[in-house]
């Protein structure tokens, strides 16, 4: 039998009032902005300049009919058809500065990318409350929850940079692979979306501490590490 008890939502989309950027479209960011969609939450822009291909279809929220596609435009179909809400899709890299959302998902192919982005568009901006920037490589992976204006996160989250060419840090470098690693990417989109809803909680006075700074986790054989800062 069915239970007919209804649970409170961990994160109210009634009373979430802000919005949120998914900015990279591929395995773990259209997981992101699907999960979003099916908490509830409407104010999402999803940004992303790349084309739909077929080894895509393994490990991306995306059907073999959505190739050729544009990601951020077939990832706005995707939500709306399940969800019924509708994003803002952008389908281009960002480049430029922007004026981001509050929210701000950070899941590009590459550190020049998140670097870019990062400089001319979130550090230091104080309309900027939150930044999750997720890396992930075949079995393990890490998620950052970076308060933007918070010097203490800044030179923490900027130590951990690289260059594209230095292959001692994971960074989805199998996204575009034809592997199937969909399951790693649900396990870090799962893991920012809780670092979201934890830090929520906290802004809203019904949680002692915030999220952590740092995860990183392995999935072969599972471990986890993390590690908090102030604020």
Not at 16 to 23: A, D, K, P, Y
Not at 67 to 72: I, L, M, S
Not at 160 to 165: E, F, Q, S, V
């Amino acid at each position: 039998m069915i239970s007919s008890i209804r649970h409170k939502p961990v994160l109210d989309p009634e009373k979430f009032r802000m919005g949120v950027e998914v900015i990279g479209c591929g395995a773990v960011g259209s997981k992101i902005a699907s999960e979003l969609g099916k908490m509830g939450i409407n104010q999402v822009r999803v940004s992303d300049g790349d084309v739909i291909e077929e080894q895509n279809v393994a490990n991306q929220n995306f059907a073999i009919t959505d190739v050729g596609k544009p990601k951020a435009d077939a990832l706005k179909e995707w939500v709306k058809r399940h969800t019924g809400i509708e994003y803002t899709s952008v389908a281009e890299f960002i480049k430029e500065p922007k004026t981001f959302y509050p929210i701000v998902f950070v899941t590009t192919d590459t550190m020049k990318s998140r670097k870019d982005i990062w400089e001319q568009s979130i550090r230091l901006k104080p309309h900027v409350r939150l930044m999750i920037e997720t890396r992930m490589h075949i079995s393990e992976g890490r998620v950052y929850a970076v308060d933007p204006c918070n010097p203490e996160h800044i030179k923490a989250w900027e130590s951990t940079l690289r260059d594209d060419a230095d292959t001692s840090d994971a960074v989805d470098p199998v996204c575009g692979l034809p592997i199937s690693i969909g399951a790693t990417a649900a396990f870090t989109a799962s893991l920012a979306v809780w670092q979201l809803i934890r830090w929520n909680k906290y802004a809203q006075g019904k949680a002692p501490r915030g999220p952590e700074y740092e995860t990183i986790y392995s999935l072969d054989p599972p471990q986890f590490v993390t590690r908090s800062l102030g604020g």
